[in-house]
C-alpha cells in the first residue's frame, strides 16, 4: 500500500499517480492538473508536453462544466472521451484539483474509471491534509562567549650583542745575539826619538823641543 502520509505535498501527489500507473498497466500517463490548468504533478512518456496536458485538461474541464450546467445536468464529476487510439478520462478530485489519465486502446473502460477515481480520491485526500508540522527543533543554549584572553605582547627582546674578543698578537721581540766585539787595546805610540840630524841653527818643532813656559823665558 502506498504511504500517502509522509514527506512533502507534492512527493505524495507523485506516489499516488505513479501507484495508479503501476496498479493499472493500460493506463500510460496520469497527471495532476488544477482548474487553472496548471500542473501539479505528473507522469508522462516523452511524447506528451506536461503543459500541454494541462492546457487542453484545463479546456476541456471548462467546457464540460458549462455543458452540464447549461444542461442542467448540476456540477461535473468527470469527463470520458475516447478516440481511436485509446481513451482520456477527466476525473475531479473534490474541489481541490483535476486527475487526468491516459488509456491504451482496448482498455476496459469501467475498470479504468474505478482505478482512477480511486486515485482521485486519494489525490483529494493528499491535496486537502495539511503539510507536515516542521519538527520543532529544541533550543539550544545559547554558547557562552567567553571573552578572549588579551593577547600579551611581549616587547621583542633586545638582540644580544656581544663585545668581539679580540686577542693581542703576540709578539715576541726577536733577540738579536751581538757579536761578542772587545774593544781594541789602545797602545799609546812610542814616542820618536830623534836623531841629532837636524843642522846647528835650525828650529826644531816643538815637539822635538821641549815648551818652556813664558815665566822662563829670557
Known amino acids: 500500500m502506498t504511504d500517502l502520509h509522509s514527506g512533502s505535498r507534492s512527493e505524495r501527489l507523485d506516489r499516488a ?3 495508479l500507473l503501476a496498479q493499472t498497466p493500460e493506463l500510460e500517463a496520469a ?3 488544477s482548474f487553472d490548468g496548471l500542473p501539479m504533478a505528473a507522469a508522462l ?11 487542453m485538461s484545463a479546456a476541456l474541464l471548462s467546457l464540460g462544466e458549462r455543458a452540464a450546467q447549461g444542461l442542467g445536468r448540476g456540477e461535473l464529476s468527470q469527463v470520458y472521451i475516447e478516440g481511436d487510439a485509446g481513451t482520456v478520462f477527466l476525473v475531479a478530485a473534490e474541489d481541490e484539483a483535476v486527475l ?4 491504451s486502446k482496448g482498455a476496459k473502460v469501467g475498470m479504468m474509471l474505478y482505478e482512477v477515481r480511486r486515485a482521485a480520491a486519494a489525490v483529494a485526500e493528499v491535496l486537502k491534509a495539511e ?6 527543533v529544541p533550543a539550544q543554549p545559547e554558547p557562552v562567549v567567553q571573552a578572549a584572553p588579551a593577547a600579551v605582547h611581549a616587547p621583542p627582546a633586545e638582540p644580544s650583542y656581544s663585545e668581539p674578543s679580540y686577542n693581542q698578537p703576540s709578539y715576541n ?3 738579536h745575539s751581538s757579536p761578542a766585539h ?3 787595546a789602545y797602545v799609546p805610540p812610542v814616542e820618536t826619538t830623534w836623531s841629532s840630524y837636524a843642522p846647528s841653527g835650525s828650529v826644531v818643532p816643538d815637539s822635538v823641543m821641549p815648551v818652556l813656559p813664558p815665566s822662563t823665558w829670557s
Do not use: G, K, T
Not at 512518456?45 to 492546457?55: F, H, K, L, Q, Y
Open 173 to 175: 721581540e726577536p733577540i
Open 182 to 184: 772587545s774593544a781594541p
Open 17 to 19: 499517480i505513479h501507484a
Open 100 to 103: 487526468v489519465a491516459v488509456a
Open 131 to 136: 503539510d507536515e508540522p516542521l519538527a520543532v
Open 31 to 33: 497527471a495532476v492538473v
Open 45 to 55: 512518456p516523452p511524447s506528451m508536453d506536461e503543459d500541454r496536458v494541462a492546457a
